[in-house]
């Protein structure tokens, strides 16, 4: 079989940055301060969280309203996050450094991008939990959409649990201020691939499972379950 590394694969430009596969000192401070600085407009409720493995790899999957979804997503769970988020955030320099320095990585949007996903194999391979939003992209509070397959993929190849988690209330941020935005998060059970599970199939089954976490009305195309489940 042949191993090699595709040309465009290895010759992307992000294959000469530091992307982080250990947390690090840099990182539990950055964490600590943006908790310091989500306090005074976020009141977060988390519930679920004796469903979380205690150790290996997994795939945190949650619905994704607004860009501020990843900080209630991190501030719930007790190991660090690895996030794919959106190339565009990377542009910046000084939002480069940052989001390097927190575990994040980028992802080009539209085409299957290689360099992304053999990225997040590897913070899977290294028993990391890695931070996706089926999605793609976000709602913007109209309900969920067609997920991709990426996520499932992923899991169905490193034979790791998918956690689905369900995000309630970040499009409130600031509207209440100076009162607090209240957040749920609820962390659901860890579904496992099962065997010659397809990735589509395995998509599905996560998002019903995330819809049913969820108000109706954020429920969107994933509103009616598929025949058989649960």
């Known amino acids: 079989m042949d191993t090699a590394i595709p040309p465009a694969i290895d010759s992307d430009s992000r294959a000469r940055k530091k992307y982080y596969l250990e947390e690090t000192p840099q990182r ?22 004796e469903h979380l493995p205690r150790a290996g790899a997994g795939i945190v999957a949650a619905n994704h309203v607004t860009n501020f979804d990843v900080f209630p ?6 190991r660090p996050i690895f996030f794919m988020g959106k190339a565009e955030l990377f542009k ?6 940052a989001l390097r320095n927190l575990s994040a990585f980028p ?3 539209g085409d299957k991008d290689m360099w992304a996903m053999r990225h997040a194999s590897k ?29 499932a993929r992923l899991a169905i190849e490193a034979g790791c649990p998918i956690l689905p988690m369900a995000i309630i209330g970040t499009d409130k ?12 998060v609820n962390i659901l059970p860890p579904l496992m691939p ?3 599970e397809s990735p589509l199939a395995l998509t599905d ?9 969820l108000p109706a009305s954020m429920r969107g195309v994933y509103a009616s379950l598929p025949e058989g489940f649960g």
């Open 28 to 49: 539990r401070a950055l964490i600590a301060f943006l908790r310091s600085v989500f306090y005074p407009i976020m009141k977060l409720d988390v519930a679920g969280t």
């Open 73 to 78: 997503m991190q501030f719930s769970l007790p």
């Open 92 to 97: 910046n320099p000084m939002m480069d450094v």
């Open 107 to 109: 992802v080009t949007r």
């Open 123 to 151: 913070v899977l391979k290294q028993g990391q939990w890695l931070g996706m939003f089926p999605e793609g992209t976000r709602s913007k509070g109209k309900g969920l959409s067609v997920a991709k397959t990426g996520t």
């Open 173 to 184: 941020f600031f509207k209440q201020f100076p009162r607090r935005a209240p957040v749920s």
């Open 194 to 196: 099962m065997e010659n």
């Open 205 to 213: 089954r996560l998002m019903s499972t995330l819809a049913q976490a």
